[in-house]
């Protein structure tokens, strides 16, 4: 058999066998909800419910009730749209990118990370769905035959690309997510004994043998999803930057934003999944699975990418002054020191400083210090969205159309809904989905299971009996 | 003498193989393995060939790009050309940067639920089948062969069951066929 280094930390703690690790992952499924997710629940779907009730309002309103005007024409609703789509990243980055490297520590962390991605980017999708103002007409973005002479979309838009590009992410990641979970779903389906359970989760595993052509076809065909997943993690977000740096908006007109807002995608969405699966672990008590050497993985890849993200904002500084245009210069020194000031300082702090503070190895080991630099991170991240949209747009070319941008309270509350729509989802999935991807955490035990690491697993010398 | 079907039940993937190996090599041949996650290394012991479905997901994914590269000529440059800021849609070519993104899209967009189609119909995985696993722990803790008598003809049952408890095995279920 394949064996690891010692120096390597194990990924699965205690004296596990492969009963042990459906056992942890299934009872929660079988047994009674903790009142704490009936808390967590209400609270969640209580905001879910008020930002369906304020995109009903916008519908019958709508789109004066937000705060745009003539110069800030997009402001929270597509830095909303950015915001969910780069938390989306890390998702397909763990179970696509870090597959194609053979990193076994994404089996403790692909699942759930997935599943963030694919509710993430349906809270994307709202954003430019109910900006369209009239939804009814959202299927005009597809290529349809028509009857306005056979009007077609234009296919050199940015704004169709990312049509192309967001549909196919989301498509692509939820067939990838739910291959990865028939498997699971079968494992659940032959445990569980309540009626109405083996049947629910007899049909979401679509009758799963697990003979060994199904297997070798299920290697090929994550190996097949990954190599094709891997480009769309950078392709998605390099359109959605193209909304921006196609036009000739100072400020957005930069060839840096593609690779600038990939790494910001991928540095916010680990820090979601950090929120995410700190309280997750915790609550269905899954410290033997996600380790602090998880944790420790994710957040220096929050160093490099935040550093990343550091480094471009110090590149489009420097070249906004070495560019020469005073057009593109005022663009940056009014972000810096104009009314919106804050908020460039806001953006600055979170992404470039705090990251940079996980060099310490016990802060980056820490769990507490972890989330509360996660809630940090998403915030930054939503402050550079908002200083790219809204700080590029408030100063027009005609000084007399200068202004600010107010949200109003329909603004605020779409915002919050979605992130309470968000969680909802989330939470349902946490409480009828394998958190884990529990089968193939069992293919690493043998060689990452502390207890057979350190030779202390019951039977364990049987093994080297061939 | 009717057909039987023996399932050896094993505890650890790594004593499968090499009890497969063991019977390969006295001319048994196995029928399938059932196991909760794949065992590396077992296709070539009990004579599985590699899939195909990698190239079919390519041959998905070229159609993609096929049917993307004529749709936009045809959106574009056929039905409606316009001239955009001075830069006319006169020939496919000339445009083609601005249709890269689409392209590539399309391209995975095929390729991917192609395959993934393929996939869910050739395992025979769709929604409202049932489970044809022959034993409920083989999705749990358990690795299972699965040997048939009418396959090996010049094995009887009790020979094939002799050979298997020569190896690591806890349990040997026979059912008639």
Known sequence: ?466 | MADKIIYAVYDDPEQLKSAARKLITAGVRVKDVFSPFPIHGLDPIIGLKRTRIGIASFMFGITGTALASLGTWYFMIKDWPMDIGGKPNWTWYHNLPAFVPVLFEFTVFCAAHGMAITYLIRNKTLPFMPARNPDPRSTDDKFIMELRTSDNHGHSAEAIASLLRGTAVQEINERQC
């Open chain 1, 1 to 466: 058999m394949h064996s690891e280094s010692s120096l390597r930390e194990p990924l699965i703690l205690g004296h596990r066998t492969y009963h042990d690790i459906t056992v942890d992952l299934v009872t929660p499924i079988e047994e009674k909800a903790p009142r704490m997710w009936y808390i967590l629940l209400t609270i969640a779907a209580i905001i879910a419910v008020y930002g369906v009730g304020c995109i009903l309002y916008l519908f019958s309103k709508g789109i004066g009730t937000w705060g745009l005007n003539k110069t800030v024409d997009w402001a929270w609703d597509i830095t909303n749209f950015v915001w969910w789509v780069g938390i989306g990243h890390a998702g397909t980055l763990i179970s696509a990118v870090l597959l194609l490297f053979r990193q076994k520590w994404r089996m403790a962390v692909n699942r759930s990370a997935e599943a963030m991605t694919i509710f993430a980017v349906i809270m994307a999708a709202v954003f430019p769905m109910i900006h369209m103002g009239r939804i009814w007409m959202a299927y005009w973005v597809f290529p349809l035959p028509n009857q306005f002479g056979s009007l077609w979309v234009n296919f050199n838009s940015p704004l169709l690309w990312d049509v192309f590009a967001i549909s196919t992410y989301f498509t692509v990641s939820l067939v990838f997510w739910y291959i990865g979970l028939i498997p699971d779903f079968a494992t659940i389906r032959d445990k569980v004994v309540r009626p109405w359970q083996k049947t629910f989760y007899g049909i979401l595993s679509f009758g799963w043998t697990g003979n060994a052509k199904a297997w070798q076809r299920f290697e090929e065909v994550s190996l097949v999803l990954a190599g094709l997943s891997t480009p769309l993690v950078f392709s998605v977000h390099s359109v959605v930057s193209f909304d921006f740096a196609t036009s000739v908006i100072p400020g957005w007109h930069t060839t840096i934003f593609p690779p600038y807002f990939v790494s910001g995608a991928v540095f916010s969405g680990f820090a979601m999944v950090q929120t995410l699966l700190l309280v997750m672990r915790k609550t269905l008590k899954l410290e033997a699975y996600v380790t602090i050497k998880h944790i420790e993985y994710m957040n220096i890849i929050i160093i490099v990418t935040g550093s990343i993200v550091g480094v471009a904002y110090i590149t489009e500084l420097f070249i906004s002054w070495y560019g020469g245009v005073e057009y593109e210069s005022y663009a940056f020194i009014n972000r810096a020191t104009g009314p919106y000031w804050w908020s460039y300082a806001a953006m600055m702090t979170c992404n470039v400083i705090s990251p940079q503070l996980f060099w310490v190895r016990s802060w980056r080991r820490n769990l507490m210090f972890t989330f509360f630099m996660s809630l940090v991170v998403n915030t930054g991240m939503w402050f550079e969205r908002f200083v790219i949209i809204v700080t590029s747009l408030h100063r027009d070319y005609l000084p007399s159309s200068w202004t600010m941008f107010h949200p109003t309270w329909v603004d605020v509350g779409i915002f919050v809904g979605t992130i309470g729509i968000f969680f909802t989802l989330y939470l349902l999935f946490a409480r009828f989905f394998p958190v884990l991807a529990l089968n193939e955490l069992k293919s690493i035990l043998k060689t990452s299971g502390e207890s057979y690491k350190n030779r202390t697993a019951h039977g364990h010398s049987a093994e080297h009996h061939h």
